[in-house]
């Protein structure tokens, strides 16, 4: 499963880039405003940064004004993902922008439906957003599996972007259902690393060094 990185603080991205966990970055509006920066411009350094795709979004709400901002946006790096709602007006812009050869993140995905339809529009990733789904009281993997199952019946290669991951618990179910990328804010990516048995055993051998009284340098 590719790891993409949801914000768009540079610092952040760049200590996991660093350590090679970063295969792309997403953003979005709400992203942009906290971090206070001009949306070309930071994406622009966040593309320069990371080699894999990055999704800079639209505001547009009608397909025109979507397909004119996403040729806009693509203008600032090879490996812009341009980022469309699953509208309808989203959809058409999907089939323009993936037809002119540049890739599409069709995002806000609550179906398996809407899944579908982006599919048969030449999306390159589609973003099921699976805490927003938990929020409701029900659980955001099985979308995760139902568009899984889909995707693999026919085919598709619009590949399965599981977003608005807030847990450990996300990352383990996406990768054991088989989504191809999941996009997760650094802390949840880095708190993978964190165990509290690791914790206690390594305060067991640190203990027990200390009694040898040995120096390794
Ligand atoms: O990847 C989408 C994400 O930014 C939304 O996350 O936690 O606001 O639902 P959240």
Request: with cysteine; glycine share 8%; charged share 25%.
């Amino acid at each position: 499963m590719k790891f993409f990185v949801d914000t768009a603080e540079v610092d952040a991205i760049r200590e996991l880039n660093d350590l090679g966990m970063v295969d792309g970055v997403t953003t979005n509006p709400s992203l942009i405003m906290k971090s206070g920066r001009d949306i070309k411009e930071v994406t622009k350094e966040i593309c320069e940064m990371v080699d894999g795709p990055v999704s800079a979004e639209t505001v547009a709400l009608d397909a025109d004004g979507m397909i004119a901002e996403g040729r806009e946006l693509a203008k600032i790096a090879d490996n812009i993902a341009i980022k469309v709602p699953l509208t309808w007006d989203g959809l058409k812009a999907c089939k323009v922008l993936s037809s002119e050869g540049r890739m599409v993140n069709v995002t806000l995905c609550f179906s398996a439906n809407q899944a579908l339809l982006a599919a048969k529009a030449g999306a390159t990733f589609i973003s099921p957003f699976i805490g927003r789904i938990d929020d409701l009281s029900l659980d955001g993997m099985d979308l995760i599996g139902d568009i899984r199952t889909i995707y693999d019946n026919y085919g598709f290669e619009t590949q399965i972007l599981a977003a608005s991951i807030r847990s450990l618990n996300h990352m383990k179910d996406a990768a054991l259902i088989g989504a191809d990328v999941a996009t997760a804010p650094p802390a949840v990516i880095k708190s993978m690393a964190n165990h509290v048995l690791t914790d206690k055993g390594l305060d067991a051998f640190m203990s027990d060094w200390a009694k040898t009284g040995q120096k390794i340098l």
